[in-house]
């Protein structure tokens, strides 16, 4: 009797099925603080968020994957090539930083023909596509030390578009762009990666980069926390231990029923509040009001006490 | 009629980078503070015809060593940290490195900018010092000796801003402390040094300028070769450690 093949191993969230930038083992160390703990991860078309809260080494992965830092452990590969010695690998390569450094002598539009230069774009109408396209035409003459942040942001974006990259990565890319600007650079990454683009695109807040990216990638304290959709790393947030203040019209009694509730793993009574440790926060929260029902208590007020998504993230990694 | 900037045909990388520098390295705070050692030239001029020496060639001798030893370094200084350290400390600098040109094209185009600036600037101011002080026949060879001591400076601190995060402390560091100071007395570091080598560019070339020459040092076209010569180690150097330069930006 023959045996069976082993079923297939369900492919690991953080590796991309047709993978354009690919990160093994990357760690990246500043004096005593360690960035980047041994990341393993891909990228591959379409939209992927990298999500964290700050100081979580988004920042320090997204250049590392430019070249612009060197990795102390690990490789990092783009397009096959390595960013940091291969120059090569630029062609394909565009970053718009988070920090808001623009050299401001010089106008928006010298800024994009001079990207657009470096690149060699042959295509003398590239700079003004790239300008229209976040709507900067009108101004493209004033200098960029003049603008508004998020005018200098989005001459970043036209400054990074306007080589046609292939990767395109984005560090908080809406930083400072009002809502509208918001709305529409959204629409723009979207365009981008549905049009089969890398684009790579970090943020600290969550339900941003929910409106941006399929896939998300959690950084945290420079390890890998987690990876897949985003209902994926919701619900790996919402099944994190957290403790829920629940103030009742009888403290002691609904402290008393919690104890025999499956989700809950630990409850205390602080004054007239009842704190309640759970596993498993959805479950207490569809159990809660049936019990208070049956036990004839009122609730008054049911509230998480760590709800920050730091908090989150860090529960993640723990 | 020119096309407008919008149609323009797109420059090569290597002119691109040229022009960049051109435009951003030398803002007006830089300019301003690039015009004091210039007007300083002019000052040590006028202070050459007070100095009791029989000779305005003599006269000119006796404040060579400050042009060469302060006005020349001070002023490629100011434009020197631009060209590069001023970028990477602001950040900038991932705006050319972010791109599939060589390194070293890089290096010699932001180089380059940066000498025609300086030259641009200090080679009249040294000229019309000379011809303030009263000596025409020394305008040639102080321009010769200010084209090659601009070059050799502008390529040790274009070096520096790649090597070093305080690239403006260690440049004044190493021309007063190492070149003014320790290459005073110490021959083998004003072998090295571009203020000295500039020196004796002059002292070989000027008018009644011998009694500025070193025992053992270059002088005149020996000394431009030897400068020349440490622009390129200076050049080679600093691309060599712009591979190595870590853009870190805010997060480090």
């Known amino acids: 009797m023959s045996t069976l093949p082993a079923p297939p191993a369900p492919a690991d969230p953080a590796f991309a099925s047709e993978a354009t930038v690919v990160v093994d083992g990357a760690s990246v160390w500043f004096g005593p603080n360690v960035a980047l703990n041994e990341v393993s991860c891909s990228f591959g078309p379409g939209v992927t968020g990298l999500l964290g809260p700050n100081g979580a080494g988004k920042t320090t992965l997204m250049r590392t994957i430019c070249g612009m830092l060197p990795l102390n452990v690990g490789t990092v590969r783009v397009g096959g090539l390595d960013p940091r010695v291969q120059r090569e690998a630029q062609r394909a390569l565009a970053l718009v930083p988070e920090e808001d450094a623009s050299p401001g002598a010089i106008s928006a ?19 003004e596509r790239a300008l229209t396209t976040v709507d900067l035409v009108d101004v493209a003459d004033r200098q960029v030390g003049g603008f508004s942040k998020g005018m200098r942001q989005r001459t970043r974006v036209a400054a990074a578009l306007v080589s046609d990259p292939t990767i395109l990565v984005l560090d908080e890319p809406l930083n400072g762009a009002d809502p509208v600007q918001r709305v529409a650079l959204i ?6 990666g549905d049009e089969g683009r890398t684009v790579i695109v970090s943020s600290h807040v969550l339900h941003e980069v929910e409106r941006l990216a399929r896939r998300q990638i959690v950084l945290v304290r420079g390890r890998l926390a987690a990876a897949g959709d985003h209902h994926a790393i919701r619900s790996a947030i919402a099944d994190r231990p957290r403790q829920v ?5 009888d403290p002691r009694r609904l402290a008393a029923a919690l104890v025999g509730v499956e989700a809950v793993s630990g409850v205390g009574v602080d004054g007239g509040d009842v704190i309640v440790s759970s596993l498993r926060a959805t479950d207490l929260a569809h159990a809660l009001p049936g019990l208070a029902r049956q036990a004839d208590i009122r609730l008054l007020e049911v509230r998480p006490l760590d709800d920050s998504l730091e908090s989150a993230f860090r529960e993640l990694v723990r | 009629m020119s096309a407008p900037a919008a149609e323009r045909a797109l420059p090569g990388p290597f002119v691109a980078a040229f022009v960049y520098t051109l435009r951003v390295c030398v803002p007006p705070k ?3 503070l690039l015009a004091l050692p210039c007007v300083g030239a002019l000052l040590f001029g006028l202070l050459a015809r007070t100095v009791p020496e029989p000779t305005a060639a003599f006269r000119f001798n006796a404040i060579a060593g400050a042009l060469f030893g302060l006005i020349l370094p001070l002023a490629c200084l100011v434009v020197g940290d631009a060209v590069l350290g001023a970028e990477v400390r602001a950040g900038t600098f991932g705006l050319t490195w972010l791109s599939p040109v060589r390194l070293s094209t890089i290096v ?45 400076y502008l390529a040790l601190f274009v070096f520096i801003g790649a090597a070093f995060k305080r690239a403006a402390w260690w440049s004044l560091a190493i021309v007063l402390l190492g070149e003014r100071l320790l290459g005073g007395v110490l021959p083998g570091i004003a072998q090295f040094s571009p203020q000295w080598l500039a020196t004796m560019v002059y002292a ?11 025992a053992g040092m270059p002088t005149g076209a020996a000394a431009v070769g030897r400068l020349a010569l440490l622009t390129v180690v200076f050049l080679l150097l600093a691309v060599w450690r712009i591979r190595r330069l870590r853009l870190a930006g805010t997060v480090e």
């Open chain 1, 109 to 127: 539009r010298q800024l994009v023909r001079y990207v657009a230069a470096l690149h060699g774009v042959r295509d003398r109408g590239a700079p």
């Open chain 1, 187 to 192: 629409e723009l990454f979207n365009r981008l």
């Open chain 1, 245 to 249: 203040l629940v103030r009742s019209s």
């Open chain 2, 30 to 32: 830089r300019a301003a």
């Open chain 2, 108 to 152: 010699l185009a932001r180089w380059s900018a940066g000498w025609l600036i300086a030259a641009g600037a200090l080679v009249p101011a040294m000229a019309l010092s000379a011809l303030i002080a009263g000596v025409p026949e020394a305008v040639g060879p102080i321009a010769i000796a200010t084209l090659a001591g601009t070059a050799a």
């Open chain 2, 204 to 214: 070989g070339l000027g008018p009644s300028a011998g009694e500025l020459e070193r």
